[in-house]
Each structure stands twice: as structure tokens, then as C-alpha cells.
């Protein structure tokens, strides 16, 4: 066969694959009776039905403007879906929705531009009212973008052009919802692949590595003159040519520019989609290949673009923010619905924000910023705060802070004026660029279009709309400058401009954590507690969180082997820490624990019951260090010791001890010194001398441990606390140094200081930087945390080599204490000295230093003496 004929032969071969066929599906009769229509009624029907009952619950006057406003918007929404073909898509989301409603699983108030339907808040996909807030159902659905045709009486949709609903998901229990579809769609649905592409920056710095030999210090200088333009990475090519600096470089290694342009955009791995679903008509092999992923799921063979151009995508988040909304609703016994997102309480608030862990989208350091300069005062203000905080309309922050804040608004040409007052003179919003096109005289589906065209820039279409305009404004006889100005305003707010439904309907959920957070602290922090097992790194959340109480007034009590539940718990007005959040303690522990929960009123048998549930001894030590053992006059050091002495006795000599503990006040290694004379019934000593030594063997490395750990008992409850719980509430680091830096000062005071104070404090940090600026400094930025906050410190070429003399020729790094002192300015201290405190703590026999190790016996004689305090 010629290679013409085999192209010929796959051009005639027919593959059946014309667009996106709906999956099929049923709609119940009793979902049918609920909505008071016919068994046998149409699809079309039976979502009129559903907007109906919708449409009722608004309460409107039947003769009222409002009536047939909002009538006429979901008659003209029916209309286009039914036109488009895309009723059975609404449907199929609308069962999502519905099933999620009957398992009594939460969704959020909407996502993307599926909140610019009245359709869709009519019948519960979404909670965002279209009508009330301006927004456009051509953003979700345009007659003129989407798509369709019939083959054979079939319906195929052009997936590249269908409308989109994405969903809000309660994080515990999207895997209910996956399931749900799993067998709906039996054989019909997959998570959805990823495809990761080499970029300019890791191309240049690693291709000057590896080519060239260049070291990491130069090629993260070289790599950092790539610009990101509006949030993405400029291409290497167009850098090469603005970046002379980097031009210059390339310039002088070939090699290396030319072989990083040639990979570029090549496939550098693979992964599967956080939230996409796939679902198909038929079987999913049939229209996209399919493999397995390492947990033996079914992923799509081609990514989300290919994939859903056969086949529905449905994008199904698993949302933290939208779990603890309901927890919190649950806890005080209200709805997600009844939270009123213009209750004052939510703005006062936003007012002066200085605590914003835990308010959805407003935690994120860039929009926390934003937030404090535009103040909110209403919705559509947070909203505006979620649109600026983006790359490119970060630019604008300040003018429409001044007009929130002053009323002050930018003109920039009155025939505008009603569509840009509300947001200062900036369009911030796409639709507000379709409003602007639709007020000289375009339909809003061309608006639609015209957005498009501009954002995507495909400059044959975008010379031909350029035209358009000038024609439209000649046809409706307006000022020639108006036309000028829109084209100006779409060329430059197509890089900053964001979705209004999608911002709206994520500051709808973003005022509902305000409001909960200000209105239910101790329930909201609660249930923020409760969700830190599943984040990456469950310490350092419940640390951020400890921070944030003290202002609400609510302490984080220490976990408690009685008091403790598994979980988080309120016990009055604070917080109790949960059993299971020890760090160390994993869910196979649960049933362990349960069973050691009970009363007790003494160390052994604390001791006794932990073996009993067969709670391993470093899982008891953990317990123990951070605290859940109170209660004895032993330090928790001690308390540990005796526990791993436990482990090594019989359970003959456990019943002995066991026996005379009341008499010794509990004090294990004074009662064992006293059973190597002591004579059991038989008239036999009960430890005897070869026996004494084998336990003496077996105990002397945790002697060792706990007498490097005693030196500073303070420092290692400190240590312990900060490792397995995230906080410390013992002892602080300040209160332990306070008498060596008399001036120390909590982070929490240092924040209310003025600019260009002098400060001093201590804390451990948490991530640490060492960088060259542009013009080739090298500098140190750390972030220092202690219990009450957290700061970033910048170090300057010129200090730093002090810095490494005072400290041994070492920087700080992650994990280490520090003391700093410096000045304070607006967003960071400006240190002066950093020394690093060298304290240690063991945890395991390992981590001791030889010198320690070879112990000699004598010196083990007299630590056994000083614990049992020469008693005998």
C-alpha cells in the first residue's frame, strides 16, 4: 500500500464522531409529581415546571414591573436552551444538584459564568439572583457562539463551544457525588488527564545547568528576568526581545537559548484534573481512550480540551470553604440560605480587617491587601475586591479604593457614565465591556462575541470588529470619540477585565464566612480545626489558626486524655484540641484511643491501659509531651521515662509496682530500687541483681534522652508542643529567653508599632530565601513565626556577613530560633542582627551526640539518684 493510498483509506474511514451526544438519563416520576407535571411529559416541560416553582418562591407582584422582568428573562433563557439543544445539559447538572439536596450534601452558591442564569437560580444549581445584580446569560449562553447539528436524528453538540457549569462541592463528601455518577453512568465516566508543558523559565535555567555547567545561583538570576504579564510567564522569545538583559545573556550562550526554544511547549508530565469529570453517551472507550492511574482510577487518555470536544465535562470541586459554612450552620442551627450577605455585621468587619484566616478567597495575602485599601461596604464592592486582586487590575486597586473610600470616579466619557460609575471609571468586569458594546448598538450575543475576539486576540477578527464599531457608531449617529474610547477601553481591559458572575458569586460565599467568623467565632474556628486533617500540612494550619483566637477571645485548650475528644470540641468558651490532630497519631490509632478514653487516677494505670488498647509507646510519649497527661508532679519528661520503664517490666513486676505506687507516690524508679530488696511470698527478692541489670541495659538510652531533655524542661514542653500540636500552650519562646532579652516584644504587639521603630523578638522560622535582587544584591528573606503572629524579615547583603560571623558561618534556615532585631516598615522588618539560638531536644536515641552516648556508669548511677531524688 502507497502512503497516499493509506491517508486515503483513513480520510474515507468514517469514525462516527460529529460533537458532544448528551448522556442519557431518567427523570423520576416522584421528581415528576413533585413538580406537578405528567409522567410522560417532555424534558422541556418538566424544567418549566421546575423554574415555575421558582419563580414562586420569589414572592413577586403579579403586576409588577419586577413580574414580568424577571418572566420575560426566563421565558427568553428557556427559549435559547431549548434552541441550542442544551435542555437536557441543565437537567443533568440539575440531578447532580438534586441528589446532592436529598444526601444532605452542601453545594456552594455558584462558580463561573453558569451565575448569570435566572434559569439556573431558578431551580437550585445556582444561589445567585442574575437579575438583581446585572448579569448577562450571553456570558454563560450565546445564541451566536454555541453550536449544533443533527446526524441521523441525533443532536451532537460542538463541545468547544457549550456552555459550562461548574460545582461546589462539600469537601467530605464529593467522593458521594463521584459514586453517584459512577453508577448513573455505569461504563460512561472518568477523571479527566492533565498535560504539563515545559516553560521559558524552566527551559533557560535548566537547559544553562545542564548545557552550559552554569551554576544555580546564576541561572536563578537568569531565569528571573523572564517577566509574568498579567500573571502568566512571557514566552522565552518575546523576553528575548523586551528583556535586554536577558537578550544579552542569550546572546553570549547560544547553545542554550537555541536548544530551550526548541523544547519549549514540549510534554514534561502528566496528571489528572483536581476537579473534572467525563461523561459520555455511550461507552467512554468508544469516543476517547482511556488508562489507569496509580490508584488503579480511570483517567481519559486525551486532556480536557480534546476530551471534552465528545464528551460532557463536569467540573465537581471539592470546596473546603463551602464544609465549614455548613458545619458552622449546622452547629448553630441555621441555613446556608438564611445568611442575609448584606448584613452590616459582614462590612463593620471588613472595615479594619487584621484577621483573615479562614474567609474564603480574603485570606489569600494579595486579596487580604485589597481588601484593607478598598474596604467593602456592600457585595458588589467584596466582589470588586476578588476581581482586583489579579494580576493587571492590580493596577487600579488605588482608584477605586479613592472612589469607594471618597466617592472620587474617574470619567472617561459621560455617554458610559451608568456603566462604570459603580466601579469607579474602571471596567472591571466583562460584562461590563458587553454593556458598553450593547449601549452603542450591538446585541449582547455580539457583545459576547466581541469580548471573545478581544480577549483571545485573533487579530484578522479583531480588525474586522474594529470596523464594526466605527460603522455602528456612524449608523446611530453617536460621537466618532466614542467609538475610539470602547475600542481603547476592549484593548485593554481584555488583559485585567474578569467574569462579574463568577466574582459575584464567589464574594456571595466569602460574605457568608465573614458573617460566620464574626457572628460564630468559636464555632467557625471549630469547624476550621476540624478540616486541617486534610490539608497538607495540618500543623502549620492549626498553627495559623491559634494565632487568629486570642483575638476573638477563645482559647485552643491542650489535648486531654479525658476531656479530649477524637475530633476538636467546644468545651464552654474555648476550644479543645482533638486527640487525633496529635501529629504522630493516624486514623488506625482511632479505635485504640477510644478504647484508652477512660477515667484513671494514676500514672501506671495510664500506663496499664495504653498497653491494654496496644497504644504503641511512641504514640503514648507523643500524648505525653504535648501535654494530655497533666496532672502529675513529675515533669512530662519524667512521665515519658517512667512510661518507656513500664515497657520493660513483666507483668509480675508491673502487678508489685502497681501494688506499692500509693505508698511511693507513683514514683516508678525509687518503687524498682526498693523491689531489689523487696521479697515477694515465696521469701524471694522480686528483682533480682542479673535481672536489675538487663533492665538497667535496656533503660539507660532513655535515661540518656530524658537527661539532655530535662537540662531546659521549659524549652522542651516548648519543643514538643510546637512539633505535634502546631501551638504551644505551656510556655512561649519569649517567656523562655525573656531573661536573657529582657526587651523581647510578641509579633502581636510589633504589628501595632509605627514605621521605622526599633524591634526585638524571637520566633522560629518558617520558610527562608536567599536571593540576588536585579541589580545583583544578595539578600536573605525569612518568615518568623511565634505564638501570635508572623512576620517577614529581610536581611541585606551589608548585614549578612555579620550574620554569618556571630553564628558560626551560618545563615538561618527553616526550623531554626531566632532572635532578630531590626526597624520596622510597612510589610516587613528591615533586621539589623539575627542570632540563632542552638537549643536541642531528642526524641529518639539517634539524634544523640556520642559525646553523650558513652556515658559512663557511674554517671548513669547518679542520674538514676537525682531522679528519684536520693530517696533511698
Known amino acids: 500500500m502507497t502512503v497516499s493510498s493509506f491517508f486515503s483509506n483513513i480520510v474515507d474511514y468514517d469514525l462516527n464522531l460529529h460533537g458532544v451526544r448528551l448522556p442519557t438519563f431518567e427523570i423520576q416520576n416522584s421528581e415528576k409529581h413533585y413538580a406537578k407535571v405528567d409522567e410522560d411529559c417532555t424534558n422541556l416541560d418538566f424544567l418549566k415546571a421546575l423554574c415555575r416553582q421558582g419563580f414562586r418562591k420569589l414572592g413577586l407582584k403579579k403586576d409588577s414591573e419586577e413580574f414580568k422582568s424577571y418572566g420575560d428573562r426566563a421565558n427568553r433563557e428557556l427559549k435559547t436552551l431549548e434552541e441550542l439543544g442544551f435542555i437536557d445539559y441543565v437537567l443533568l447538572v440539575w440531578k447532580v444538584i438534586?441528589?446532592?439536596?436529598?444526601?444532605?450534601?452542601?453545594?456552594?452558591?455558584?462558580?463561573?459564568?453558569?451565575?448569570?442564569?435566572?434559569?439556573?437560580?431558578?431551580?437550585?444549581?445556582?444561589?445567585?439572583?442574575?437579575?438583581?445584580?446585572?448579569?448577562?446569560?450571553?456570558?454563560?449562553?450565546?445564541?451566536?457562539?454555541?453550536?449544533?447539528?443533527?446526524?441521523?436524528?441525533?443532536?451532537?453538540?460542538?463541545?468547544?463551544?457549550?456552555?459550562?457549569?461548574?460545582?461546589?462541592?462539600?469537601?467530605?463528601?464529593?467522593?458521594?457525588?463521584?459514586?453517584?455518577?459512577?453508577?448513573?453512568?455505569?461504563?460512561?465516566?472518568?477523571?479527566?488527564?492533565?498535560?504539563?508543558?515545559?516553560?521559558?523559565?524552566?527551559?533557560?535555567?535548566?537547559?544553562?545547568?545542564?548545557?552550559?555547567?552554569?551554576?544555580?545561583?546564576?541561572?536563578?538570576?537568569?531565569?528571573?528576568?523572564?517577566?509574568?504579564?498579567?500573571?502568566?510567564?512571557?514566552?522565552?522569545?518575546?523576553?528575548?526581545?523586551?528583556?535586554?538583559?536577558?537578550?544579552?545573556?542569550?546572546?553570549?550562550?547560544?547553545?542554550?537559548?537555541?536548544?530551550?526554544?526548541?523544547?519549549?511547549?514540549?510534554?514534561?508530565?502528566?496528571?489528572?484534573?483536581?476537579?473534572?469529570?467525563?461523561?459520555?453517551?455511550?461507552?467512554?472507550?468508544?469516543?476517547?481512550?482511556?488508562?489507569?492511574?496509580?490508584?488503579?482510577?480511570?483517567?481519559?487518555?486525551?486532556?480536557?480540551?480534546?476530551?471534552?470536544?465528545?464528551?460532557?465535562?463536569?467540573?465537581?470541586?471539592?470546596?473546603?470553604?463551602?464544609?465549614?459554612v455548613d458545619d458552622v450552620c449546622s452547629m448553630v442551627g441555621i441555613k446556608m440560605d438564611d445568611i442575609d450577605v448584606s448584613d452590616p455585621i459582614i462590612y463593620q468587619n471588613l472595615y479594619d480587617l487584621r484577621t483573615p484566616h479562614g474567609l474564603f478567597q480574603i485570606e489569600a495575602d494579595t486579596n487580604f491587601r485589597v481588601c484593607q485599601k478598598v474596604k467593602p461596604k456592600n457585595v458588589e464592592e467584596l466582589s470588586a475586591v476578588l476581581a482586583l486582586a489579579r494580576p493587571g487590575a492590580l493596577a487600579f486597586v488605588d482608584q477605586y479604593a479613592n472612589y469607594t473610600n471618597n466617592g472620587t470616579y474617574d470619567v472617561i466619557h459621560p455617554f458610559f457614565d451608568d456603566i462604570l460609575l459603580t466601579t469607579g471609571g474602571v471596567c472591571l468586569y466583562q460584562e461590563q465591556m458587553m454593556q458598553m458594546a450593547h449601549k452603542i448598538g450591538f446585541s449582547l450575543d455580539e457583545a459576547e462575541m466581541l469580548r471573545r475576539i478581544v480577549g483571545k486576540k485573533k487579530v484578522s477578527e479583531v480588525r474586522k470588529w474594529k470596523k464594526k464599531i466605527k460603522d455602528k457608531v456612524i449608523q446611530n449617529n453617536l460621537d466618532p470619540k466614542i467609538g475610539k474610547i470602547l475600542w481603547k477601553v476592549l484593548e485593554d481591559s481584555a488583559n485585567y477585565s474578569?467574569?462579574?458572575?463568577?466574582?459575584?458569586?464567589?464574594?456571595?460565599?466569602?460574605?457568608?464566612?465573614?458573617?460566620?467568623?464574626?457572628?460564630?467565632?468559636?464555632?467557625?474556628?471549630?469547624?476550621?480545626?476540624?478540616?486541617?486533617?486534610?490539608?497538607?500540612?495540618?500543623?502549620?494550619?492549626?498553627?495559623?489558626?491559634?494565632?487568629?483566637?486570642?483575638?476573638?477571645?477563645?482559647?485552643?485548650?491542650?489535648?486531654?486524655?479525658?476531656?479530649?475528644?477524637?475530633?476538636?470540641?467546644?468545651?464552654?468558651?474555648?476550644?479543645?484540641?482533638?486527640?487525633?490532630?496529635?501529629?504522630?497519631?493516624?486514623?488506625?490509632?482511632?479505635?485504640?484511643?477510644?478504647?484508652?478514653?477512660?477515667?484513671?487516677?494514676?500514672?501506671?494505670?495510664?500506663?496499664?491501659?495504653?498497653?491494654?488498647?496496644?497504644?504503641?509507646?511512641?504514640?503514648?510519649?507523643?500524648?505525653?509531651?504535648?501535654?494530655?497527661?497533666?496532672?502529675?508532679?513529675?515533669?512530662?519528661?519524667?512521665?515519658?521515662?517512667?512510661?518507656?520503664?513500664?515497657?520493660?517490666?513483666?507483668?509480675?513486676?508491673?502487678?508489685?509496682?502497681?501494688?506499692?505506687?500509693?505508698?511511693?507516690?507513683?514514683?516508678?524508679?525509687?518503687?524498682?530500687?526498693?523491689?531489689?530488696?523487696?521479697?515477694?511470698?515465696?521469701?524471694?527478692?522480686?528483682?533480682?541483681?542479673?535481672?536489675?541489670?538487663?533492665?538497667?541495659?535496656?533503660?539507660?538510652?532513655?535515661?540518656?534522652?530524658?537527661?539532655?531533655?530535662?537540662?531546659?524542661?521549659?524549652?522542651?514542653?516548648?519543643?514538643?508542643?510546637?512539633?505535634?500540636?502546631?501551638?504551644?500552650?505551656?510556655?512561649?519562646?519569649?517567656?523562655?529567653?525573656?531573661?536573657?532579652?529582657?526587651?523581647?516584644?510578641?509579633?502581636?504587639?510589633?504589628?501595632?508599632?509605627?514605621?521605622?521603630?526599633?524591634?526585638?523578638?524571637?520566633?522560629?522560622?518558617l520558610e527562608h530565601f536567599k536571593g540576588i535582587s536585579k541589580k545583583g544584591n544578595q539578600y536573605l528573606r525569612l518568615q518568623v513565626q511565634d505564638n501570635t503572629g508572623v512576620v517577614t524579615v529581610l536581611m541585606f547583603e551589608r548585614q549578612m556577613g555579620s550574620c554569618e560571623e556571630i553564628n558560626g558561618g551560618k545563615l538561618p534556615s527553616k526550623g531554626n530560633i531566632v532572635i532578630v532585631r531590626g526597624v520596622k516598615k510597612e510589610d516587613a522588618i528591615f533586621a539589623n542582627v539575627i542570632g540563632i539560638e542552638d537549643q536541642s531536644v531528642y526524641t529518639k536515641l539517634s539524634q544523640i551526640p556520642n559525646d553523650i552516648k558513652n556515658t559512663s556508669d557511674a554517671e548513669i548511677d547518679s542520674m538514676i539518684l537525682e531522679i528519684e531524688g536520693n530517696k533511698i
Open 98 to 324: 438534586n441528589f446532592c439536596e436529598k444526601e444532605g450534601i452542601p453545594t456552594g452558591p455558584g462558580r463561573g459564568s453558569a451565575a448569570g442564569s435566572l434559569v439556573l437560580f431558578l431551580i437550585g444549581v445556582t444561589k445567585i439572583d442574575s437579575v438583581k445584580y446585572g448579569l448577562f446569560f450571553e456570558r454563560f449562553v450565546s445564541k451566536i457562539r454555541a453550536k449544533k447539528k443533527e446526524v441521523d436524528g441525533v443532536t451532537y453538540l460542538d463541545g468547544s463551544l457549550m456552555c459550562d457549569v461548574d460545582l461546589d462541592i462539600c469537601y467530605y463528601k464529593r467522593a458521594k457525588v463521584i459514586e453517584f455518577l459512577e453508577k448513573e453512568f455505569v461504563g460512561k465516566t472518568s477523571k479527566i488527564l492533565t498535560l504539563s508543558t515545559l516553560s521559558g523559565k524552566i527551559l533557560i535555567k535548566d537547559c544553562g545547568k545542564t548545557i552550559a555547567g552554569k551554576n544555580e545561583t546564576e541561572m536563578n538570576q537568569i531565569s528571573n528576568l523572564i517577566p509574568k504579564v498579567y500573571g502568566q510567564v512571557q514566552d522565552l522569545s518575546v523576553a528575548y526581545d523586551e528583556v535586554e538583559e536577558l537578550r544579552e545573556w542569550c546572546d553570549e550562550n547560544k547553545d542554550v537559548y537555541d536548544i530551550s526554544l526548541k523544547l519549549r511547549g514540549l510534554i514534561r508530565n502528566k496528571g489528572v484534573h483536581a476537579s473534572g469529570m467525563l461523561l459520555s453517551h455511550g461507552e467512554l472507550e468508544l469516543s476517547c481512550p482511556v488508562e489507569l492511574t496509580s490508584d488503579k482510577s480511570i483517567v481519559s487518555g486525551f486532556d480536557m480540551n480534546w476530551a471534552s470536544l465528545l464528551n460532557v465535562k463536569l467540573d465537581l470541586l471539592g470546596l473546603r470553604s463551602v464544609t465549614v
Open 498 to 765: 474578569f467574569n462579574k458572575s463568577h466574582s459575584l458569586a464567589y464574594a456571595t460565599l466569602s460574605a457568608m464566612t465573614i458573617f460566620l467568623k464574626f457572628k460564630y467565632p468559636k464555632e467557625f474556628f471549630l469547624a476550621l480545626l476540624k478540616m486541617t486533617r486534610f490539608e497538607p500540612d495540618p500543623i502549620a494550619e492549626i498553627s495559623k489558626i491559634h494565632k487568629e483566637l486570642y483575638d476573638f477571645n477563645v482559647e485552643l485548650l491542650p489535648p486531654h486524655l479525658v476531656k479530649s475528644e477524637l475530633n476538636f470540641s467546644i468545651e464552654e468558651d474555648n476550644i479543645r484540641f482533638g486527640l487525633l490532630s496529635v501529629k504522630g497519631i493516624s486514623d488506625k490509632s482511632i479505635e485504640k484511643i477510644v478504647n484508652f478514653k477512660n477515667k484513671y487516677s494514676n500514672k501506671f494505670e495510664i500506663f496499664e491501659a495504653a498497653e491494654e488498647a496496644k497504644i504503641p509507646i511512641g504514640i503514648l510519649s507523643s500524648l505525653i509531651q504535648a501535654g494530655a497527661l497533666e496532672g502529675f508532679k513529675q515533669s512530662r519528661s519524667q512521665v515519658v521515662l517512667e512510661a518507656q520503664l513500664w515497657k520493660i517490666l513483666t507483668t509480675r513486676e508491673k502487678r508489685f509496682v502497681a501494688a506499692m505506687g500509693k505508698e511511693n507516690d507513683y514514683d516508678l524508679p525509687s518503687i524498682l530500687r526498693k523491689l531489689t530488696t523487696f521479697k515477694d511470698e515465696n521469701n524471694k527478692v522480686v528483682i533480682k541483681e542479673s535481672r536489675r541489670n538487663t533492665i538497667r541495659r535496656k533503660y539507660t538510652p532513655y535515661l540518656k534522652i530524658y537527661k539532655q531533655n530535662s537540662k531546659n524542661e521549659k524549652f522542651a514542653n516548648w519543643y514538643y508542643e510546637r512539633t505535634y500540636l502546631g501551638y504551644t500552650h505551656d510556655v512561649t519562646l519569649r517567656e523562655i529567653f525573656i531573661n536573657k532579652q529582657p526587651k523581647l516584644e510578641e509579633l502581636r504587639t510589633i504589628r501595632d508599632l509605627p514605621v521605622d521603630f526599633n524591634v526585638c523578638f524571637i520566633g522560629t522560622v
